[in-house]
């Protein structure tokens, strides 16, 4: 599968954004889908994550109550709608796919290309 992230930009704290992520191949609805983040200086860390029917879901301490993640497998298309943004949500987003039985924040397969949030204060 190959995926294309978008929906990346410039943002004032307190601001909102969605990341959307296409995907290629018609076995996207198989796949566990996660947000991964890279921030300046910092590891690349697993924000959110989605198993295949939408209704598991995963998020990390720093996102959890402030971000969302949603499918669309007729459209083969994971979000991230990111609300409440702060300068420490600054970074690299990624997405990313792998086949797995339950959510999972490691061993991702495919990755995309990254999009660029960068949220000032």
């Known amino acids: 599968v190959q995926l294309q992230a978008s929906g990346g930009g410039l943002v004032q704290a307190g601001g909102s954004l969605r990341l959307s992520c296409a995907a290629s191949?018609?076995?996207?609805?198989?796949?566990?889908m996660g947000w991964f983040r890279q921030a300046p200086g910092k590891e690349r860390e697993c924000v959110a994550a989605?198993?295949?029917?939408?209704?598991?879901?995963y998020y990390s301490d720093s996102v959890k109550g402030r971000f969302t993640i949603s499918r669309d497998n007729a459209k083969n298309t994971v979000y991230l709608q990111m609300n409440s943004l702060k300068p420490e949500d600054t970074g690299i987003y990624y997405c990313?796919?792998?086949?797995?039985?339950?959510?999972?924040?490691?061993?991702?397969?495919?990755w995309g290309q990254g999009t660029l949030v960068t949220v000032s204060s």
């Open positions: 990313a796919g792998r086949i797995a039985a339950r959510i999972t924040t490691t061993n991702y397969d495919y």
């Open positions: 989605i198993n295949w029917s939408g209704d598991n879901t």
């Open positions: 191949g018609r076995t996207f609805s198989r796949y566990i």
